[in-house]
């Protein structure tokens, strides 16, 4: 293991612990102000939902800049192919869907 | 589709906290539990049913990841490689599970839950890799330290290919079924690739956030994910795998994996069933 492993591993916790904390929050805020107030904004669940999903491709686009930053192409490389995936699986969906 | 009521979203979030304590305390995620629960127990279809436990699955692996973070448990650049295949194989297991007929996926989703119930009960006792700590573990191996034992822990990977070809296949089940897929990975790991049990396992809740993800980005632009039922799981989920964590240690596991392989048996003949129905 490299030396700027273990700063990645500790830069990956802080950003996964920030971006359930903040999603958690959302969602049980959200879902309390839906039923309190009939007809209440679903703004902050949507935001949950959001910040939810898009915390593990945040840490994927985190080890992409961190690997290049170390000169590691082949998992620079490893990284952004993930995050390639994950971003045309999204949008095939979209086209997928409007077909439907 | 049932309406998430207030009542509603309080029975999914204690169904979440069971089935979250449940997965915690078997080490295979919840979402073996909260599927049927929300398929077969309240009545969402089951592709509604997945998309919520996947957002449960996200929500667990950040979790997990975070808690576990600087102890080199996980071994994070072989989890980045196998997560080209696993994010690969979630995406077009997303984009297909929507021409599966729901009675395809209940017989599917049986199977798999009957051969987890199996594994869960040969494997009542781990397989132990052998490591030496003079190893070089290589670019992909890793080192790290064993509470249990004290000794550091070195291991090298061995058959790459095999461990790409579980992290596909596992990605393409956990899409379709809603689960994480740490129940294909973890064995292949730790019983084909070299990788200690509990490095398999940390490495394995490390990359489901991704698989995950892969598959509930689909369910989202497609309408099937319901944020309010999805909020009640995920903090039900979150509630009961970390109440089943301060426990566990006092509860004697090898019953305990015995009773909950029952359980899955049970879930799995009558997931089967009513994919026949």
Known sequence: MKTGDANLERLIGR????????????LAVGLLALFSWPGASSGLLQAGILILILTPTARVVLSIVEYAAARDWKFTLLASIVLLELVGGALAAVVFHRRL | MPVVTPLLALIIFTAGAAAGSLGALLGIGGGVFLVPLLNLGLGF???VAAAISLATVIATSSTVTAAKAGKHLM?????MMLEVATAAGSVLGGLTVQLIAQSHLQQLFGIVTGLVALLTVSRVNRRNVITDAGLDPGILGGRFHDDETGATVVYQIKRVPLALGASFIAGNVSSLLGIGGGVI???????????????????????????ATGGVIIYYVTGQLLPAAAAAAVLG????????LHVSRRLPVKAL?????????IVAVLMFIRGLQ
Request: charged fraction near 10%.
């Open chain 2, 185 to 211: 990975k973890v064995p292949v790991l730790n019983g084909w690739c070299g990788m200690p049990l509990r490095a398999a396992a940390a490495t394995s809740a490390f990359m489901i956030g991704v698989t």
């Open chain 2, 257 to 265: 994996k015995l009773l909950l392989a029952a359980v899955l048996a």
């Open chain 2, 237 to 244: 989920v979150q509630l009961g795998s970390w109440g089943a």
């Open chain 2, 75 to 79: 071994n994070f650049r072989f989890g």
């Open chain 1, 15 to 26: 950003v996964l612990r920030v971006g359930v904390t903040a999603s958690s929050v959302c």
């Open chain 2, 45 to 47: 279809p089951i592709g």
